[in-house]
Each structure stands twice: as C-alpha cells, then as structure tokens.
C-alpha cells in the first residue's frame, strides 16, 4: 500500500490534480503549491475538530467538521479522505454516532498519509510546472 509511487497514486487522484493544472496561468505562483498549502495549513484544524466531536459524542460538530473536510480534501484529490468525511459527516446528520470513533481515527490515519502525499507533489509541481 506505501510502496513507491503507488502510495501518493493511491492517496492523490491525479485527474483532480491536472484539472486544478488547467487552472495555472502563467506567471501566477504554482497553483498546486498554493492550493496545497491551504490543505497543510487549514485542514488539521478540522481533523482534531471531527476527533473531538467524534470523542465527545457531538454530532453537530462532527457534522460541521467533516463536511468542511470533505469539500476541501476532494478540490485537492484526496479521495478517500473526503469519502471519509462525507460518512462522518451523514453519521452526525442522523445523529448515529456508533462507531464513529473508530471511522474517525481511520479518517486521521488517511488524513496523515493525504498530507504526506500532498507535500510530496507540492515540492515535486516546480519541476513540472516550468515548461509550460
């Protein structure tokens, strides 16, 4: 599962990261850096938030957080993570929060994996940003 260059192929759905490509115009700082950054930047912030809510029993919150995770995790192609936090995100709108301590740790083990891939392809889009 983390071996190579399958670990961020599984993690990282290319065809989100080349439609965010088709985006760069040029002469603008690198779009993938850019947008990745906000990810590394913003997103732990609502992992501890659906860990807590998930730990507490706050469907509200876990609603809340996840969702936010979900559309944020997708625009950057972390598919499973967003899949993730849309099951997270549906548990809290029912208000069925069996076993969403267990699903939420899962989310954080993808969302570590997410955030490896996502600064590996930031320090690798320099390269492949500059012919174009």
Same mark, same amino acid.
């Given at each position: 599962?983390?071996?190579? *260059?399958?670990?961020?192929?599984d993690?990282?759905?290319?065809?989100?990261?080349?439609s965010?490509?088709?985006?760069?115009?040029? *002469?603008?700082?690198d779009?993938?850096?850019?947008? #990745? #950054?906000?990810?590394i930047?913003?997103?732990?912030?609502?992992?501890?938030?659906?860990?807590?809510?998930?730990?507490? #029993?706050? !469907?509200? *919150?876990?609603?809340i957080?996840?969702?936010?995770?979900?559309?944020?995790?997708?625009?950057? *192609?972390?598919?499973?993570?967003?899949?993730?936090?849309k099951?997270?995100?549906?548990?809290?709108r029912?208000?069925?929060?069996?076993?969403?301590?267990?699903?939420?740790?899962?989310?954080?083990?993808?969302?570590?994996?997410?955030? !490896? !891939?996502?600064?590996?392809?930031?320090?690798g889009?320099?390269?492949?940003?500059e012919g174009?």
């Amino acid at each position: 599962m983390k071996e190579g *260059g399958e670990f961020s192929c599984d993690v990282i759905d290319r065809s989100a990261l080349a439609s965010l490509r088709e985006l760069q115009e040029e *002469g603008d700082p690198d779009i993938i850096a850019e947008v #990745g #950054g906000l990810f590394i930047k913003h997103s732990p912030e609502k992992v501890n938030a659906i860990m807590q809510s998930a730990e507490r #029993g706050d !469907a509200k *919150g876990l609603q809340i957080a996840a969702h936010s995770l979900k559309s944020s995790s997708a625009y950057i *192609g972390a598919m499973r993570l967003s899949a993730l936090a849309k099951e997270l995100e549906l548990m809290g709108r029912s208000n069925s929060l069996e076993g969403a301590k267990e699903k939420a740790q899962r989310l954080k083990e993808e969302f570590v994996q997410a955030m !490896a !891939a996502i600064d590996a392809e930031i320090k690798g889009t320099g390269q492949s940003a500059e012919g174009r």
